[in-house]
């Protein structure tokens, strides 16, 4: 190979030298780019979290805001009542008012999704009644419940508070126990034992 040969292949060497090199440079442009952009993503995201936590607290703390309005009401119907009833000194004007209290707040509740546990003859429920006492009895069918204690309510599908109940529990059978025969070693014959003969009377004896 001659000289000029050997200087044309140097040339040609160094220009592919410098189109990777260039190649190479664009290449970390570009990750330069592409840094910047997931730094840029990563703020906004950490920025849209924070921004999500904060309203997630204002909502949770201003979340009951029209449900209170409403119980205020009622609460103001209550004072109504006992202040009515303590200037008259009527304790059946006291009794009408707070029975009225009691049903404005129970259709309230219902109206928000509240349901009453029906217990009284239903079939013990685990989910839904919690059973406080255990009764004996045959009249009524096994686990059924008998008497409700305490109130229990459900919201929408959730069960908010179980029933706390009296459940039937039904007397079990007595089983009449077999006589079973002692073992042969322990048994005591009936009959009557052996004459023992009395010895033969000595003449000479005497």
């Known amino acids: 190979m001659t ?33 910047d952009v997931a730094l840029r993503l990563q703020a906004e995201f950490d920025n849209f979290r924070k921004r999500s936590a904060k309203e997630r607290q204002e909502f949770i703390k201003y979340a009951n805001e029209g449900l209170i309005l409403e119980l205020v009401g009622i609460l103001d119907n209550f004072e109504r009542s006992i202040k009515a009833a303590d200037q008259k000194q009527d304790f059946k004007l006291l009794h009408q008012g707070v029975d009225m209290i009691s049903k404005q707040l129970h259709k ?16 013990f429920d685990p989910v839904r009644h919690e059973a406080i006492e255990v009764v004996e009895s045959d009249d009524a069918e096994e686990s059924k419940v008998l008497e409700e204690l305490q109130a ?50 000595d003449e000479s004896d005497e």
Do not use: T
Request: aromatic share 4%; net charge negative.
């Open 152 to 201: 229990g309510y459900m919201l929408n599908e959730h069960v908010l508070r179980p029933a706390m109940v009296k459940v039937v529990k039904n007397k079990p059978d007595i089983v009449e126990e077999e006589v079973k025969p002692k073992d042969e070693e322990d048994y005591v014959s009936q009959e009557a034992p052996e004459e023992i003969e009395p010895d033969e009377y």
């Open 108 to 123: 309230l509740l219902q109206e928000k999704g509240l349901k009453r546990i029906e217990c009284v003859g239903e079939k």
């Open 3 to 35: 000289i000029k040969n050997k200087a044309k292949n140097k040339k040609q060497d160094i220009k592919d030298l410098e189109a990777e090199l260039k190649v190479l440079r664009e290449e970390l442009a570009k990750k330069d780019d592409y840094q």
